[in-house]
């Protein structure tokens, strides 16, 4: 598997969760990202880090809730989400950005993992 995410699940308002991205070595040197797609509406970008997890960006509106990460040595990228609300919901991408790092444009992501669900009950 070249990227897998997982660690999606169901949650309360308020709660909390952390999303896992698996990465193959093929990928240690590019920058990740994670987007999410909610029922009915378009893929939106989440939050990317630098390949050496360094340099991060968010979604303005995430900002503060969402911590993106990296572990170098597992290859493995996560996404820690606090304060979730049913707004939340969708499917969770993560994604090999073209160069180091990758911006909030699907367009300079190169590979796409299978994403994991998220729904936040009110």
């Known amino acids: 598997v070249q990227l897998q995410a997982f660690g999606g699940g169901l949650v309360q308002t308020g709660g909390s969760l952390r999303l896992s991205c698996a990465a193959s070595r093929r990928f240690s040197n590019n920058g990740i990202g994670w987007f999410r797609q909610a029922p009915g509406k378009e893929r939106e970008f989440v939050a990317a880090?630098?390949?050496?997890?360094?340099?991060?960006n968010y979604a303005d509106s995430l900002k503060g809730r969402f911590t993106i990460s990296r572990d170098r040595v597992k290859n493995t990228v996560y996404l820690q989400m606090n304060s979730l609300n049913p707004e939340d919901t969708g499917v969770y991408y993560c994604a090999a950005a073209r160069g180091a790092i990758g911006g909030s444009d699907a367009g300079g992501y190169v590979y796409w993992g299978q994403g994991t669900l998220v729904t936040v009950s009110s």
């Open positions: 880090i630098s390949w050496r997890g360094d340099s991060t």
